[in-house]
């Protein structure tokens, strides 16, 4: 598969959609010039279409495996991830007491998209560690900082979280893994764990696991969770691993993409583990790297839609058919219209990650509540539509290719199979559409209103200039507001009834507004064409989602389970 980094699309994004000039401007980012932004880019582009993405075909072909106990990945993959290491790669947000670059979310977003793009199963093991740094940054005392976040870093040693096990997916707080004080600082963790991204390799030299546990005597669900660092190896006070943990990866499992990346069952038997962060106080400090694998997940989905699309439209150009100007299918009205909406999505939900990490970046750098509000309300939207547009645009990818992308050869289906559980890990995107309409909106909405006031804003502002794309983004923003408003208004059942077409319909909307800022900044150029395009046929959706949106729950539950059965 080839893969072509679009780094003059995040420079347009970085200079006239997103406002990356503000986080550049803080003396936190002062590093961050338009320099700098072109170097980091254009390295990590590099490093993605000539190093990763040829690893993503080895890494479906040729599933990790667990053999007589030991992780064996898949061919390629510990050339790619020590490349993405030894470049500096995953860390670039990190601190630089510890190694790090320093440097803005923004630009990390920038390049773990272009690795998803590249090879999705290996761009997980990075992910996962730059979450567990940023935990460990928040939560861990200076002697856990000083010990682990170096060789974090460094890509010597590989983070994951430990979360679900078999009764305790989504409800987190029925986790029955336990941990019991050793009276020297430490404590023996015991129990299992599923689903464990990248829970072992053959690469690195230790695998530091973040658990979630439950001490003795805590208190049921989730005020009672603690959260433990637990290695593979335990390290002596030079860093170097030394005797082996009691814990081991007991199966991986077969999944329906990612064969590349070994999702692990862990099993803990006492295994010494620190506790980071307060005793009974895990949720929390989990969640800093929930919130960080939120972002990324969203971005996961946009690398693959990329993917997808480059992939579609190379094949679309090279299949010729009938006698048009292009003498390919790309004169056929249907696959233009695929591939329009493709890249009008793609560019849509890449704006609004970006966005969000923009607000994260301005948080850092600020302190402001209005950044912290804003990058709060972000997230879950980045999240649910990010990873449903790679869902959308993978399969329409597949469709594009008409038979072909129905045979495996093609490496079409490979991005189907790869993205789907995007819309799943990190809290599915129902959750996310919950956390949307409930601890979101729990401000009265203030944060999504200021928001809506400066789309409006700028709205009105350019109407003259371009009223064929105002007017409906304008009303689009009202209908958005009014449905806002019926949500603030209504009881939790019902706005979790309509929460996922609320999020959906708040998305498109969004994309439109970032639609608009671009064809302002290119007239006559192809972001206006393609705003011109979204706004006047993708944009539209919105009126359904949000009606839907605003329909209640007695219907919905008016629908038995009989009923369902039927």
């Given at each position: 598969m080839t893969y072509r980094a679009p780094i003059s699309e995040f420079r347009f994004l970085f200079d006239h959609v997103v406002g990356f000039s503000q986080v550049s401007e803080t003396d936190r980012f002062a590093e961050a010039t338009p320099e700098t932004v072109e170097a980091v880019l254009s390295e990590a582009g590099k490093l993605c279409e000539d190093m990763l993405a040829p690893l993503q075909r080895a890494g479906d072909l040729h599933p990790a495996r667990l053999e007589n106990g030991v992780v064996r990945t898949s061919p390629g993959y510990d050339e790619g991830y020590r490349a993405?290491?030894?470049g500096g790669w995953i860390a670039i947000a990190a601190d630089?007491?510890?190694?790090?670059?320093?440097?803005?979310?923004?630009?990390?977003?920038?390049?773990?998209?272009?690795?998803?793009?590249?090879?999705?199963?290996?761009?997980?093991?990075?992910?996962?560690?730059?979450?567990?740094?940023?935990?460990?940054?928040?939560?861990a005392t200076d002697e856990i900082k000083a010990?682990?976040?170096?060789?974090?870093?460094?890509?010597?040693?590989?983070?994951?979280?430990?979360?679900?096990?078999p009764q305790?997916?989504?409800?987190?707080?029925?986790?029955?893994?336990?941990?019991?004080?050793?009276g020297d600082g430490t404590y023996a963790i015991t129990g299992q764990k599923i689903y464990i991204s990248w829970g072992d390799n053959d690469f690195t030299e230790n695998v530091c696991h973040l658990v979630l546990a439950r001490l003795p005597d805590a208190v049921p669900g989730t005020k009672g969770i603690s959260l433990f660092l637990v290695p593979k190896r335990i390290p002596d006070a030079n860093g170097i691993p030394g005797v082996a943990n009691s814990l081991k990866v007991v199966s991986l499992e077969h999944k329906m993409g990612?064969?590349?990346?070994?999702?692990?069952?862990?099993?803990?038997?006492?295994a010494t583990g620190w506790l980071i962060g307060k005793e009974n106080d895990g949720m929390r400090a989990m969640f800093t790297m929930m919130n960080n694998a939120r972002l990324g997940v969203g971005?996961?989905?946009?690398?693959?839609?990329?993917?997808?699309?480059?992939?579609?439209?190379?094949?679309?150009?090279?299949?010729?058919?009938?006698?048009?100007?292009?003498?390919?299918?790309?004169d056929h009205a249907d696959v233009r219209r695929m591939l329009a909406t493709m890249k009008a999505d793609t560019f849509a939900a890449r704006a609004i990650a970006l966005a969000n990490a923009v607000a994260i970046d301005m948080e850092t750098a600020t302190g402001h509540a209005d950044?912290?509000?804003?990058?709060?309300?972000?997230?879950?939207?980045?999240?649910?539509?990010?990873s449903d547009t790679g869902i959308d645009v993978a399969s329409t990818g597949v469709q594009v290719h008409g038979g072909m992308g129905f045979i495996e050869e093609t490496g079409a289906a490979q991005y189907s199979r790869d993205v789907r559980v995007a819309a799943i890990y990190e809290g599915t995107n129902g959750i996310q559409s919950m956390d949307l309409v409930g601890r979101k909106l729990m401000d009265g909405g203030e944060a999504a209103y200021r928001l809506l006031d400066e789309m409006e804003a700028e709205a009105e502002a350019a109407r003259a200039k371009?009223?064929?794309?105002?007017?409906?983004?304008?009303?689009?923003?009202?209908?958005?507001?009014?449905?806002?408003?019926?949500?603030?208004?209504?009881?939790?059942?019902?706005?979790?009834?309509?929460?996922?077409?609320?999020l959906r319909g708040f998305a498109r909307v969004l994309g439109a507004h970032f639609h608009l800022r671009a064809a302002l900044a290119d007239p006559d150029g192809p972001h206006d064409r393609l705003a011109a395009f979204y706004i006047h046929r993708i944009l539209p959706e919105h009126v359904g989602l949000l009606a839907h949106a605003r329909q209640g729950a007695e219907d919905l539950f008016a629908v038995s389970v009989d009923d369902l059965a039927a």
């Open positions: 993405i290491a030894e630089p007491e510890y190694g790090g670059m320093g440097l803005p979310m923004t630009m990390t977003s920038a390049v773990n998209e272009m690795m998803s793009s590249a090879c999705l199963s290996l761009q997980l093991a990075p992910l996962m560690t730059q979450g567990q740094i940023e935990a460990l940054e928040h939560h010990l682990y976040l170096p060789k974090l870093i460094a890509g010597e040693w590989m983070g994951t979280m430990n979360l679900t096990e305790a997916g989504s409800d987190v707080g029925a986790l029955t893994t336990k941990a019991t004080p050793n990612l064969h590349g990346s070994p999702t692990a069952v862990m099993q803990y038997d006492g971005i996961q989905g946009i690398g693959v839609a990329e993917g997808a699309y480059q992939h579609a439209l190379a094949y679309a150009e090279g299949r010729k058919q009938g006698r048009t100007e292009n003498n390919s299918i790309t950044w912290s509000a804003r990058a709060a309300l972000l997230t879950p939207i980045t999240k649910a539509f990010g371009r009223p064929d794309l105002v007017d409906p983004v304008w009303q689009a923003c009202e209908t958005l507001r009014e449905t806002t408003e019926w949500m603030v208004a209504h009881g939790a059942q019902d706005r979790f009834a309509g929460s996922v077409p609320y």
